[in-house]
Nanobody, 124 residues
Framework: QVQLAESGGGLVQPGGSLRLSCVFS????????MGWFRQAPGETREFVVS????????HYADSKKGRFKISRDNAKNTVYLQMNNLTPEDTAVYYC?????????????????WGQGTQVTVSS
């Protein structure tokens, strides 16, 4: 059974940075595209970014380009989300997700597996 465990969330001041991590277990990590999503209070969950199985292709939501960067280390079964210049509007629970898909795909929906989420709060 695939399991995902996020970490790295917390309280950060506006303009600050955080790096989220998501550790994958239960199957061959390199068979899965990975994504990050977030859900702010009172809002629906939204797509942030995804990365292909091999890590060579990424797909960002338009509003996240430039400040957010996804990466993965297939040797460590881990995907990362580096977030810079954070604003209060970035406050949300951040989720990682896994989707067994073809090489090069970077899905924005339809993920099969989800983590429990990690809270990110941006406040002074």
């Amino acid at each position: 059974q695939v399991q995902l465990a996020e970490s790295g969330g917390g309280l950060v001041q506006p303009g600050g940075s955080l790096r989220l991590s998501c550790v994958f277990s239960g199957d061959t990590f390199g068979r899965y595209a990975m994504g990050w999503f977030r859900q702010a209070p009172g809002e629906t969950r939204e797509f942030v970014v995804s990365i292909s199985r091999g890590g060579t292709v990424t797909h960002y939501a338009d509003s996240k380009k430039g400040r957010f960067k996804i990466s993965r280390d297939n040797a460590k079964n881990t995907v990362y989300l580096q977030m810079n210049n954070l604003t209060p509007e970035d406050t949300a629970v951040y989720y990682c997700a896994a989707d067994p898909t073809v090489s090069g795909a970077t899905p924005t929906t339809g993920y099969d597996y989800w983590g429990q989420g990690t809270q990110v709060t941006v406040s002074s």
